[in-house]
């Protein structure tokens, strides 16, 4: 192993699970001794060491809850004192001349010659990613005529680990058919180009395609807002070069079933300030490129003072309302009956019926296993699992992660089959709890 080659390195002795966006990754938790040229000291960090990843790592720059348990490069640097706690990202894109992605980041501070015009700020709305709120949403000049808490489902965060402008599936069917309708019916573009990244569109006209503007809630108060004007360079992003004067593209974004993810198809032509010390991300126009390569930023603009935070009550006629709750660490999202007849918080946590995602204990670090098995019989179903606790946390309701006794499901009968949920939390008095 190359943790064999450092005298510094020490093992957590401890296997750690990490599920990213588009893919999950194990191995072995440790610390040793990082510098960057970023920052002119070196300092202990904790990292996983792991023998599936496509680059040589994947520095973490997210807050503590996301990381295990362990202390991540960025909480290393500071709590050294030594920088502000805040860093900045120049995302410039592809190189032309060499066809690879160059940009530049700052931690503690920001640079001016990076960024042109005024840097707007979004606040950041929960401390774990770093989650902001959409306000809005317009392709070419149309906006898409939806409540704007449907921009904001489940969460938006700020990912630049992420390719793509990832969104829930019913605006992003909405923005495919606004770019569809204004690009000309001359222009032929395949339908599975809109979806599938092997289906590439080469030396494309630019000019044909839309703007998407994506509206940011200001750190002004809720009657403000800012615009990023994403041009088509940026959500059209670059695949392969087959020759000097031909380049292929895929379409730049996707579909998320865990919320918005602003990734660098949203990020790149800005500079963006992560500024943790006063809970707010900064967007500005980037200096790098010429100018009519990159996409720009308006603001600041009145808007009517609506809430677009996630309503954090769903439902269906006929099936109940449902609260989204996170469960474990790293949180994973479920939709969950509220039941004031029952008093047990019950998670699918396998495939079960009609389920579309279960909870996956593995992933979990914070998941405790309390050796007991449990199981409940109701008037339309029944289900049996093991006793565990693990933390949870809701939109609007539980913001700081508590600690909660639930049954993680693995045999069911009907209960999930004719419902939109993966789990049910009683809310009745502890005399009738098995939980």
């Given amino acids: 192993r190359s943790s064999d080659l450092s005298s510094t ?3 957590a002795n401890k296997r750690v699970r990490i599920r990213y966006t588009s893919s999950i990754v194990s191995g072995d938790a440790g610390s040793d001794v990082v510098s960057t040229k970023s920052i002119e000291f070196s300092l202990r960090s904790s990292m996983v060491l792991v023998n599936s990843l496509n680059g040589s790592g994947i520095l973490g720059l997210a807050y503590p809850g996301l990381s295990h348990g362990l202390t991540s490069f960025y909480d290393a640097l500071n709590a050294s004192g030594n920088i ?7 995302l410039c894109g592809v190189e032309q001349e ?4 160059n940009g530049s980041m700052t931690f503690g501070g920001t640079v001016s010659n990076f960024y042109t015009g005024s840097i707007f700020y979004t606040p950041i709305k929960k401390e774990l990613h770093y989650e902001i709120i959409i306000t809005g949403m317009m392709v070419g000049s ?13 969460s938006t965060i700020v990912d630049t680990g992420a390719d793509k402008l990832l969104l829930p599936e019913t605006i992003f069917d909405s ?16 339908d599975s180009f809109w979806r599938y990244d092997t289906q590439l569109l080469c030396n494309p006209d630019y000019s044909v395609f839309p703007d998407i503007t994506i509206s940011l809630l200001s750190v002004e108060g809720l009657e403000k807002e800012f615009n990023l004007i994403l041009e088509p360079k940026n959500y059209l992003r670059a695949r392969s070069k087959r ?5 292929c593209l895929s379409f730049g974004v996707g579909v998320s079933t865990t919320g918005t993810v602003l990734g660098l198809a ?7 300030i992560f500024d943790r ?3 707010q991300v900064g967007f500005a126009q980037s200096s790098c490129g010429s100018s009519r390569d990159r996409s720009r930023i308006e603001g600041s603009i009145s808007r009517v003072p609506h809430n677009c935070a996630y309503e954090n009550l769903r439902g269906e006629p006929g099936t109940g309302y449902t609260l989204n709750v996170s469960i474990g660490t790293p949180p994973q999202w479920f939709q969950i009956l509220l039941d004031t007849g029952s008093s047990n918080f019950a998670v699918a946590a396998a495939q079960l019926e009609k389920v579309k995602s279960y909870f996956h204990v593995e992933d979990s670090s914070s998941y405790v296993d309390l050796q007991k098995s449990v199981g409940v019989e109701y008037t339309g179903g029944s289900w049996r699992g093991a006793l565990a606790s693990d933390l949870i946390t809701a939109p609007d309701s539980i913001s700081t992660p508590i600690r909660v006794k639930l049954a993680a499901v693995t045999k069911s009968d009907k209960l999930f089959k004719d419902l939109p949920m993966q789990g049910l939390i009683g809310l009745a008095y502890k005399s009738i709890a098995k939980v």
């Fill in 277 to 279: 010390a006063n809970k």
């Fill in 9 to 11: 390195y020490v093992s």
């Fill in 243 to 247: 020759s000097k004067d031909e380049t």
């Fill in 84 to 90: 502000r706690d805040l860093f900045s990202i120049r």
């Fill in 142 to 154: 149309e906006k898409l005529a939806v409540p704007c808490s449907q921009f904001n489902d489940k």
């Fill in 266 to 272: 949203a990020l790149e032509g800005y500079y963006v």
């Fill in 175 to 190: 923005v495919v058919n606004k770019i569809k309708e204004q690009i000309p019916r001359s222009y032929r573009v395949s």
């Fill in 98 to 101: 060499t066809f690879k992605l």
